[in-house]
């Protein structure tokens, strides 16, 4: 049994407005897939690594992210698509597992942070369920709002805030891709394909440190983060 991890980085990355793909700014001293890739790269429990990345870019990301810093668990750079959830297909089809029980860990580019306890712990829970979903619940009160009139308060200790990894067991995350393929319908992340299958997905406790850096004020946050990482 092989554990795999899909690193989606194919994003143009519009709201970070800083002339090149977020996946490659700098955040302190490397790119912030390399810091993404680093954490996945020192997991003992993690065997391959399939990176998904835009067509044009990758001669450019083997070059200055994945051979620069010596990234071994790299099998495959693919290539991606138009949107997350064709990326991510194309990186279940390029991917060469033991068995439809491997797990696949589906992990964003740009979540630098996220701790090796959480990704472990994810991919034990996707051994004995139907998938894992890591996120953290909401701090502050979710309103439901339609033409900017208030229509709804959902309980606070209902709702969680989605985040990734996201773990499955391949047979089942391959299908729930492929049916939504056929079915041309575009989910909001990978759990909600799994869950249109009518499949139970199992949150696993994240932590509000693991955050996607989308836009400057993230990178500002970001390199806080790694400078009060660096110091202790």
């Known amino acids: 049994m092989r554990v795999i991890a899909l690193i989606p980085a194919a994003g143009m990355g519009k709201r ?15 790119p912030i897939l390399a810091h993404t890739l680093a954490v996945f790269e020192s997991a003992l429990f993690v065997d391959d690594i399939y ?12 070059e200055n992210v994945v051979e620069r810093f010596g990234f071994a668990k790299v099998r495959r750079i693919v290539a991606g698509g138009s949107e997350r959830q064709h ?95 056929d079915d041309r319908w575009l989910g909001t992340d990978d759990a909600s394909l799994v869950e249109r299958l009518g499949k139970k997905v199992r949150i696993v406790p994240g932590v509000y440190g693991n955050f996607k850096i989308t836009t400057p004020e993230d990178l500002v946050l970001a390199e806080a983060f790694l400078k009060k990482a660096d110091n202790g």
């Open 16 to 30: 970070m407005a800083a002339g090149m793909n977020k996946q490659y700014l700098q955040l302190g001293d490397r």
């Open 51 to 62: 990176l998904i990345i835009p067509e044009d870019e990758i001669s450019y990301c083997r």
């Open 87 to 181: 990326s991510v297909l194309n990186g279940l089809r390029a991917v060469e597992q033991d068995g439809d029980d491997d797990p696949v860990i589906i992990h964003d580019g740009v979540r630098p942070f996220v701790p090796l306890s959480v990704i472990e712990s994810s991919v034990e829970t996707a051994r004995s369920h139907d998938g894992a979903l890591v996120a953290v619940p909401v701090k502050d009160t979710v309103k439901v709002v339609k033409d900017g009139v208030v229509v709804e308060t959902p309980p606070r200790e209902t709702l969680w805030l989605a985040q990734t990894p996201q773990t499955f067991r391949y047979g089942i995350i391959r299908e729930a891709y492929e049916q939504a393929e």
